[in-house]
């Protein structure tokens, strides 16, 4: 092992976080480098003040490395499922397979910090006295609690702190450019087990695609999403905005990647119809369809190609 | 020199204009219209009266044609690169009493109505046919595929498109990766596997699977329905019912013989109407969180067994308008509750006119209400 990668697992050390036979290898290291010492010392005084200002953290929600962990499980999963999405070169500069990553660990610590130093609960704790019985009955009759967890129980008093997961049915009546809508609707689009959610909030949110949230929550459907209906609704909502620059590079995208046959047909459709038969736009088409095994494809792009000289 | 100048003059004619070219064969009654367009699309008009295809194409492409008796063929030698000069279309008339089989490599089908049987095939684009007497297949890798009535058997695929058919006569299969699926009335039995709704008015026995989106089956003989995420709903369903969603609710407002479904979230509500009370009308509905209805007949031979896995808190959950073993007594709105009440599931069994089909009803996170029909 380098010195620098000895000196990426400091961090590790410091937090507790390194197996037994690693923390062995480090230390062994450490003992011989003078080099890898220092970063050691520096390091370790960064983490002592850091440790001075975690006075009062002690109530640090228990689930929050749960959910920071997670939202970083999701991140990676997306990664390794659409490797090929940031080779495009229109969102190359941004989407570097290191850049996500690091954007990813940056959004969970951010979360984690965030949090402790506000000194923010992600759930407020409501008290017996502080909420009225009405609400806490039609809460429990109607809702499906889950994960409940004690976090402190005092027998003493008999006072008992409970946290979990309460999910209930939900009815609600907006307008599309309520906020509350669109989050609801850009919640169902992460429905990770329910395509027929994502595909019904895709439905809804084609109906007015004109914001720039909805159609950045289009695009990531038309770009992420495991469903091909999914897919295809998205691409569909989007294709009369084919040719505003990031939804033409999201079709151009799918049209290199996309796995079935019928939604890379809708995009090849949908930019020929909605962009200039200009020789530039033209050539990157040319380029990224030229190795389609779909005639139809091909062929179109041909046409394009042909006609736009 | 003066045929050097005519080579010229000619070349420089034919890289100005676009000659239409054009074949033509008689054709009898009964007899296949084959056409290979390895580019284009292909528009087939059957409204000819006088026994002859005539065929056209706008470009300098040779067509080769083959004519028989029983059959009459056109093809080309054109290749994807003589589309580099815009769109291209084989303009085909032909009588309406022939069998189709067109092949588009790489463009649209669009036909008329005809009389016999249809085989449209291409690899992206869409198909377009109005009737059909005989048999179809129509099969795109891409586009959507829309038909008018089909007198036989009806097969439709894309791999993405929506597929659209109006009534038919035979049996039917549909698959769409990532369209719809939408059907009028079918006399056989259907299977369909859609990527979004599938919607059917009325069939025969049904297979219905998609991945995301509803079911819709205004009638059938028997249905095996599932979605990954949607409601499965049917007006009238004349034999035995299988269903199962991930998420969604299931909704059968009249189920002739037995069923059986179940939902990951969603209610389940199944109004019984026998259509032979003495056959087999035994139920299975389970639902993760949801309720579950059912309206059964008065004269119904059941032996009834409910579920509430996890009971709500302070709710009634076994709901019937038959007397039920076990049922819990009528819950306070509001303060003491009894203890024994949140420590295990609420089960209740009955037995209707002494007992007989199976009916199991049962909700983890929900209530089950029973009605008389």
């Known amino acids: 092992m380098t010195c620098k990668e000895y000196q990426h697992q400091i961090t590790l050390f410091l937090y507790d976080e390194l197996s037994e036979s690693a923390r062995f290898e480090l230390e062994t290291h450490l003992h011989n480098c003078a080099s890898c010492q220092g970063a050691y010392e520096s390091e370790k005084a960064m983490h002592s003040v850091l440790a001075e200002d975690a006075i009062g953290w002690d109530d640090i929600p228990s689930d929050l ?11 990676l999963d997306r990664i390794e499922k659409k490797r090929s999405w940031w080779r495009m070169p229109a969102f190359s500069v941004v989407f570097t397979p290191m850049r996500m990553l690091e954007s990813a660990a940056l959004v969970a610590m951010g979360l984690a910090l965030g949090v402790y130093v506000s000194n923010q609960r992600p759930v407020p704790v409501q008290t ?33 702190e409970l946290a979990g997961e309460v999910s209930q049915p939900l009815r609600f009546q907006g307008k599309m450019e309520d906020d509350t809508v669109r989050n609801l609707l850009f919640s169902a689009l992460r429905d990770a087990n329910n395509p027929g959610s994502r595909l019904k909030a895709v439905e809804v949110l084609s109906q007015k695609p004109t914001d720039e949230s909805i159609e950045e929550a289009l695009i990531n459907a038309l ?13 569909e909502g989007l294709k009369k905005f084919a040719d505003e620059q990031h939804v033409r590079a999201a079709f151009m ?13 809708a995009a090849i459709d949908a930019l020929m119809a909605h ?35 | 020199m003066i045929r050097a100048v005519g080579l010229i003059g000619a070349s420089l004619l034919a890289t100005t204009f676009n000659f239409s070219l054009f074949a033509k064969c008689p054709v009898s009654d009964g007899a296949t219209l084959i056409v290979r367009a390895p580019v284009g699309d292909v528009q087939v008009d059957t409204t000819a009266r006088d026994g002859v295809v005539d065929v056209q194409v706008d470009s300098s492409v040779q067509l080769q044609e083959n004519c028989n008796k029983d059959s009459v063929e056109f093809t080309s030698n054109a290749s994807e690169q003589d589309q580099t000069r815009g769109a291209l279309v084989w303009r085909v008339v032909a009588p309406r009493n022939i069998n189709l089989d067109l092949v588009a490599t790489s463009g649209n089908i669009n036909v008329g109505d005809v009389d016999g049987s249809a085989v449209l095939r291409t690899a992206g684009g869409s198909i377009t046919a109005g009737q059909v007497k005989g048999n179809a297949a129509m099969i795109t ?7 008018g009535n089909i007198s036989g058997d009806a097969e439709l695929r894309s791999q993405g498109g929506t597929l659209e058919v109006g009534d038919v006569g035979g049996n039917a299969e549909f698959h769409t990766t990532a369209g719809q699926i939408r059907a009028g009335t079918i006399a056989g039995s259907v299977t369909a596997e859609g990527g979004r709704a599938i919607f059917i008015v009325k069939a025969g026995d049904v297979k219905a699977t998609t991945n995301a989106g509803d079911i819709s089956i205004g009638d059938a003989a028997r249905i095996d329905a599932k979605t990954a995420g949607g409601t499965i709903t049917s007006r009238r369903v004349r034999g035995p019912f299988q269903g199962h969603t991930e998420s969604g609710d299931i909704r059968l407002d009249s189920a002739a013989a037995w069923v059986e479904a179940s939902t990951g979230a969603g209610n389940i509500i199944v109004h019984l109407v026998p259509e032979n009370i003495d056959g087999d009308l035994h139920m299975d509905l389970q639902a993760g969180i949801g309720d579950v209805t059912i309206y059964v007949p008065q004269r119904l031979k059941a032996s009834i067994d409910a579920t509430v896995q996890r009971p709500a808190f302070q709710a009634q959950q076994i ?8 049922l819990a007594p009528g819950r306070p709105a509001q303060g003491l509750i009894p203890n024994n009440r949140y420590y295990g599931p609420t089960h209740s069994e009955s037995l209707l006119n002494g007992g007989g089909n199976k009916i199991t009803l049962h909700t983890s996170l929900g209530k089950i209400t029973i009605r008389r029909q």
């Open chain 1, 65 to 75: 490395l749960v959910e920071s962990r997670k939202a970083l499980a999701d991140q």
């Open chain 1, 128 to 160: 017996a006295s502080n909420t009225g019985q009405d609400s806490q009955i039609s809460l429990l009759r109607n809702g499906t609690i889950s994960n409940l967890q004690v976090v402190n129980s005092d027998p003493v008093t008999g006072q008992v």
């Open chain 1, 223 to 235: 770009v992420y999403d495991d469903d091909a209906g999914v897919r295809m609704r998205a691409l």
């Open chain 1, 253 to 265: 995208h799918t049209l290199q990647n996309d796995d079935t046959a019928g939604i890379r047909i």
């Open chain 1, 275 to 309: 962009n200039s038969k200009d020789p530039a736009f033209a050539k990157s088409l040319e380029e990224a369809a030229k190795n389609d095994d779909n005639a139809y494809i091909r062929s179109k792009v041909l046409q394009f190609v042909g006609t736009s000289k």
């Open chain 2, 141 to 147: 890798q891409g586009g959507f595929v829309k038909a």
């Open chain 2, 319 to 326: 709901i019937s308008d038959f007397p039920m073993n076990g």
